[in-house]
Nanobody, 126 residues
Framework: QVQLVESGGGFAQAGGSLRLNCAAS????????MGWFRQVPGKEREFVGA????????FYSDSVKGRFTVGRDFAKETVSLQMDSLKGEDSAVYYC???????????????????WGQGTQVTVAA
């Protein structure tokens, strides 16, 4: 059974840091590309970052590039999102997602991720 469970959300001051984790229960963790998305009430869910099956490539939205880092731990079967230099506009519900087959050019497309977690709230005080 596929299951993705996010943790690590909470409250931070602007300029601070938070680290999100996603515990993945997947048939073969190393076969899945992993992504992070976020959503603010009333807005579309947007791409944040992603990492390929081997961990050799990462992708980021322009709004978080240089501040956020996606990583994966194959032994623990977890994916992380290290968020530094947080801004008020980073406040959102953050979702972890998994995709077994996805072209590199489609890593930012949420429609290509069939599996999703329930999300974790991040609130940044400006």
């Amino acid at each position: 059974q596929v299951q993705l469970v996010e943790s690590g959300g909470g409250f931070a001051q602007a300029g601070g840091s938070l680290r999100l984790n996603c515990a993945a229960s997947l048939p073969h963790f190393s076969d899945y590309n992993m992504g992070w998305f976020r959503q603010v009430p009333g807005k579309e869910r947007e791409f944040v970052g992603a990492i390929t099956t081997t961990g050799s490539s990462t992708f980021y939205s322009d709004s978080v590039k240089g501040r956020f880092t996606v990583g994966r731990d194959f032994a623990k079967e977890t994916v992380s999102l290290q968020m530094d230099s947080l801004k008020g506009e980073d406040s959102a519900v953050y979702y972890c997602a998994a995709a077994p087959f996805i072209a590199l050019g489609d890593m930012t497309r949420q429609a290509d991720y069939p599996y999703w977690g329930q999300g974790t709230q991040v609130t940044v005080a400006a």
